[in-house]
Nanobody, 122 residues
Framework: VQLQASGGGLVQAGGSLRLSCLAP??????YAWFRQASGKEREFVAV????????YYADHVKGRFTISRDNAKNTVYLQMNSLKPEDTAVYYC??????????????????WGQGTQVTVSS
């Protein structure tokens, strides 16, 4: 199953971007966003679970990023506001069937998108 991430780009600090991740034909899915800065490990950003739509965020994006989903469109979004240069990274969407408890762990997900570059200039 191919996840298609889009919406990355270059933005000035304080600006906003909205990332999208399309997972055609999949239902009952929990979605997450991770990111990987150059030379660093991939890290958890946000997750939205399937059954309750619960949302969890990494501390460094709380209050600035919002994850949401449109089940009719099989799409998950990551609205990123008040962007900082340290948010610069390749952002990946990930998914798994059903709910997820260990949501910050990369191994908890079955499918990954190709990544979209987000660059925040100071």
């Amino acid at each position: 199953v191919q996840l298609q991430a889009s919406g990355g780009g270059l933005v000035q600090a304080g600006g906003s971007l909205r990332l999208s991740c399309l997972a055609p034909g999949r239902t009952r899915i929990s979605y997450a966003w991770f990111r990987q800065a150059s030379g660093k490990e991939r890290e958890f950003v946000a997750v939205i679970t399937w059954s309750l739509g619960s949302r969890y965020y990494a501390d460094h994006v709380k209050g600035r990023f919002t994850i949401s989903r449109d089940n009719a469109k099989n799409t998950v979004y990551l609205q990123m506001n008040s962007l900082k240069p340290e948010d610069t990274a390749v952002y990946y969407c990930a998914s798994r069937y059903g709910d997820v408890s260990d949501y910050a762990r990369t191994g908890a997900y079955d499918y990954w998108g190709q990544g979209t570059q987000v660059t925040v200039s100071s």
